[in-house]
């Protein structure tokens, strides 16, 4: 049985981008494919070697925007330099709208996680208050 990657489905598997059962298939038959090692190797060192190169090689390769999974990342600060720096072209040098509102959207969605975590805490304290200001007058009635 013999699988073929194409260079941009290597390339979506250094970026983590790669589906999970191609990745799994990919892992599997790399050991023993010295050529497939090869080319894995070329493109990752192509995208070490700058943004541009990586940006370059994302879009000769008509590769798809970044997973919203990925862009939370971004968002989170939590990516690898190389891929933040891929992200950050992507969007403000290329200016892809998609990403641009998935990124506003998930900064949307942080915020107000936030906001709902604050407000549960704070509620959770005047409850706690409440609860203790209202035994305090029970006992002293
Ligand atoms: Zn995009």
Not at 12 to 17: F, K, P, S, V
Not at 87 to 92: G, K
Not at 117 to 133: D, E, H, L, N, V
Request: charged share 25%.
């Amino acid at each position: 049985m013999t699988h073929s990657f194409s260079d941009s489905e290597l390339a979506a598997y250094l970026e983590e981008d790669l589906d999970a059962e191609r990745a799994s298939v990919l892992e599997q038959v790399l050991p023993d494919d010295e050529l497939l090692l090869q080319r894995l190797q070329t493109i990752r060192q192509q995208a070490a070697s700058g943004e541009h190169t990586l940006g370059s090689i994302w879009r000769q390769q008509g590769l798809s925007c970044p997973s919203r999974k990925t862009l939370g990342a971004y968002l989170l600060g939590i990516l690898p330099q190389e891929q933040a720096l891929f992200i950050r072209s992507h969007i403000e040098m290329r200016g892809c709208t998609t990403c641009r509102a998935n990124l506003d959207d998930l900064q949307e969605q942080q915020t107000q996680n936030q906001e709902t975590q604050a407000a549960r805490t704070t509620k959770y304290y005047q409850s706690s208050i409440g609860y203790f200001s209202q035994r305090q007058d029970e006992m002293d009635s």
